[in-house]
T-cell receptor, first 114, second 113 residues
């Protein structure tokens, strides 16, 4: 099993550009989440999904969109990149709620917005 | 507001020595507490998870303790190795399911020869 995979590993964008961060898991987990990690701050939840076709906002959703058309994939879209979105982004999955079951994290995408 | 505070912010120890990392939380109502290890450039990996009724849990050279009354947890690393160099993150879950996780900012540990 590959676990949770993310692409790309690194990305540089110019302000105003859009892009999609890819996330996939092969553990048949229902629950998937996107976090951002910034220096001096704990991981913050952007969006999450409790199953295919169902998504919801987390703590810092502005500027990001998600969709969940399959159990395996959970892409994160930046609509119009801003320097404040410079961060490391982690996708995670768990069997059900991460409050109840272990959450597995991907390797992360380091995004720089100029 | 739910909060998780970790100390120290960073720590340098010699290989073979022991160390203890601290986690204080104000998350309520409490469900469980987890310690994660995050290597540089990688995603966090779970080390231990403890519920309200558990005081101690070990995973190899890692031992976590929980005092739910004082809302404190510690992670003790025994006989440290160079590979222990990483950030250690404390995460507390609130009752009610969902994604009610509060992450600490982590303790950056460096093990030197």
């Amino acid at each position: 099993n590959a676990g949770v995979t993310q692409t790309p590993k690194f990305q540089v964008l110019k302000t105003g550009q859009s892009m999609t961060l890819q996330c996939a898991q092969d553990m048949n987990h229902e629950y998937m989440s996107w976090y951002r990690q910034d220096p001096g701050m704990g991981l913050r939840l952007i969006h999450y999904s409790v199953g295919a076709g169902i998504t919801d906002q987390g703590e810092v959703p502005n500027g990001y969109n998600v969709s969940r058309s399959t159990t395996e994939d959970f892409p994160l879209r930046l609509l119009s990149a801003a320097p404040s979105q410079t961060s490391v982004y982690f996708c995670a999955s768990s069997y059900t709620s991460p409050s109840l079951h272990e959450q597995f994290f991907g390797p992360g995408t380091r995004l720089t917005v100029l | 507001k739910n909060q998780v505070e970790q100390s120290p912010q960073s720590l340098i120890i010699l290989e073979g020595k022991n160390c203890t990392l601290q986690c204080n939380y104000t998350v309520s109502p409490f469900s469980n507490l987890r310690w994660y290890k995050q290597d540089t450039g990688r995603g966090p990996v779970s080390l231990t998870i403890m519920t309200f009724s558990e005081n101690t849990k070990s995973n190899g050279r890692y031992t976590a303790t929980l005092d739910a009354d004082t809302k404190q947890s510690s992670l003790h690393i025994t006989a440290s190795q160079l590979s222990d160099s990483a950030s250690y993150i404390c995460v507390v879950s609130a009752l009610g399911g969902g994604n009610k996780l509060t992450f600490g900012t982590g303790t950056q540990l460096k093990v030197e020869l």
